[in-house]
């Protein structure tokens, strides 16, 4: 009974974790690595198609999105995760797989024109995205289910995203059982619509995120309602509009569900019937879910208006756009708006046209609602750029670039240490993953001083014997070293790729026997003596 740490090991995203036990093949999430990479991830230990069941802890795509890979490369087994989850990643892995297909077609347009770039291939396509939502096996929240001999499991609402779930594993193997809980991303309190996050009692081992493990988010109490009611009645009265870019599928909602209170109180007194339009095919689809998914997941509060037959996300002025044409649509319509679009920071997507017409009008404000990477256009804009490049035409900014802080679907460093709080006995060991690399030993070295646990920050390719409790092998991280770019020179790149791909078969190869390891190294050695 053997656990791998596979992605999200001393890094945020690409979360996966690997389990052998009872003659069975796990994973526990296989989500893609999304912005900076810092460290090279070992290989899944099996082969696709020997994997027999994923638990997936929710749909986002840093914890779902290499599923499809999966099928394509022969998986067929079993995928369970809560029902709200079954939904949400129905969209969302299609949509990735959509934009999979986009950036292959944009690639190789370019590719084609030059007989030195290689063609570029997709992680998967939209026929394998389809193939793995349909080995979806959707169980109910805080329904323990038997899966096979000797492996059962729970899932337990943690309030991060719609659906999302701590995963409470047991495995049974020669008589000896162990529990396994998988934090999945653990929620902050008092999010609009979602529950908080649910404790979990007991466990022998514990994988517990820590993306916030090294700060507290703001103790001041935000009325949400009230601040986005100013913006709104602000930026109306200069005749101008509300642009906000926003994450599909969370974000959106809960700006929604603001709105919706926004006009059911006639706070903003200068237009009450203003226009609200949501310019994204996937927030709108997510959106729906939301609303169907309500019962199980929706707080006390957003229950109250379903219970009165309320749909909380849903008001009188509220348009949804899906196509190109309605969305062009939006931009020629004169009276003040609200236009909410993806991406959240302004890459890529429809929140770009929005902008070019937007930022050089003094009148209209861009709201910002969640977290801008660096080096993105949202970033730039916060940090008060005075011109952006938008489809090759510079514009200047003359909007208003606001934000509204206080919105996180992340529980903080006390967040994290009060779900942990709530296991009655201690854990016989705690793995920190999902967090920045110098984060994930700051959280260990916590839970260590401040509760007493045998906590551990595991770089991938660590393994774990969870019968003996014994590490079977330890890693230390392999640092990602980013070649210099040599703009005009593609045949040079390729010499580049092929030094990356040279240094992932060494690794791969670490346990070959040292006779072959030497003759290995004796033909790398004579290939750099000729060309040194």
Not at 101 to 122: G, Q, V
Not at 139 to 163: A, N, Q, S
Not at 230 to 246: A, C, D, K, Y
Request: net charge negative; with cysteine; hydrophobic share 40%.
């Amino acid at each position: 009974m053997k656990i791998t740490f596979v992605g999200a090991a001393h890094e945020v995203t690409g979360s996966c974790h690997y389990l052998e036990a009872c003659g069975r093949h796990i994973l526990v999430d296989c989500g893609m690595e999304q912005g900076k990479d810092i460290f090279e991830n070992v290989d899944i230990p099996v082969e696709a198609s020997m994997i027999d069941y994923v638990f997936l802890t929710h749909a986002h795509i840093d914890h779902s999105g290499m599923i499809p890979k999966l099928t394509k490369n022969g998986f067929d087994g079993k995928i369970f995760a809560t029902e709200a989850t079954t939904d949400l990643a129905g969209i969302m892995l299609r949509d990735s797989a959509h934009i999979q297909m986009f950036e292959a077609e944009w690639r190789n347009r370019k590719a084609r024109r030059s007989k030195d770039i290689p063609l570029y291939t997709p992680e998967y396509e939209m026929i394998d995205a389809m193939k793995a939502i349909s080995c979806f096996e959707p169980v109910p929240y805080g329904k323990k289910t038997t899966v096979d001999d000797g492996i059962e499991v729970r899932f337990t609402d943690v309030g991060h995203l719609l659906g999302s779930s701590a995963v409470e594993l047991w495995l049974t193997e020669d008589g000896v059982t162990k529990k396994i809980v998988f934090s999945g991303d653990l929620g902050n309190k008092d999010q609009p619509l979602l529950k908080d996050p649910q404790c979990v009692k007991d466990a022998d081992y514990v994988l517990v995120e820590s993306t916030y493990g090294d700060r507290l988010h703001s103790t001041e109490k935000i009325d949400y309602i009230n601040e986005l009611k100013g913006i709104l009645e602000n930026t109306f009265s200069r005749g101008g509009n509300v642009v906000i870019p926003s994450f599909a599928v969370g974000r959106t909602q809960e700006i929604l569900y603001f709105i919706r209170e926004i006009k059911a109180q006639g706070l903003v007194k200068s237009l009450p019937d203003f226009k609200v339009f949501v310019d994204s095919p996937l927030a709108v689809d997510a959106t729906e879910v939301f609303h169907k998914n309500g019962r199980e997941c929706f707080d006390v509060e957003a229950m109250k208006f379903i219970d009165k037959g309320i749909n909380p996300l849903d008001f009188p002025g509220l348009s949804l756009a899906i196509t190109t044409d309605e969305s062009r649509e939006i931009n020629d319509i004169d009276e003040p708006k609200v236009i909410i679009s993806a991406s959240g920071m302004c890459d890529a997507g429809r929140i770009r046209h929005h902008l070019k017409h937007n930022l050089w009008r003094s009148e209209s404000t861009i709201l910002f609602v969640g977290y801008q990477s660096v080096g993105t256009l949202g970033r730039a804009l916060v940090d008060g750029a005075e011109k952006v490049k938008l489809f090759g035409e510079e514009i200047d900014v003359k909007a208003e670039i606001t934000k509204i802080i206080g919105l996180s679907g992340h529980a903080d460093r006390d967040g994290l240490l009060n779900w942990m709080k709530g296991f009655e006995n201690k854990p016989a060991k705690v793995f920190v993953v999902h967090g920045e690399d110098s984060v994930t030993e700051v959280f260990a070295k916590t839970l260590q001083d401040e509760l007493g646990l045998d906590a551990y920050a595991p770089y991938s390719g660590t393994v774990y014997d969870l019968i003996q409790g014994t590490f079977v092998k330890e890693t230390k991280g392999i640092r990602i070293v980013k070649a210099e770019k040599h703009a005009g020179n593609p045949v040079f790149e390729r010499l580049l790729a092929a030094g990356a791909r040279l240094m992932s078969i060494i690794r791969k190869n670490e346990h070959m026997a040292n006779k072959d390891l030497a003759k290995f190294a004796d033909q790398i050695d004579a290939l750099s003596d000729k060309w040194g």
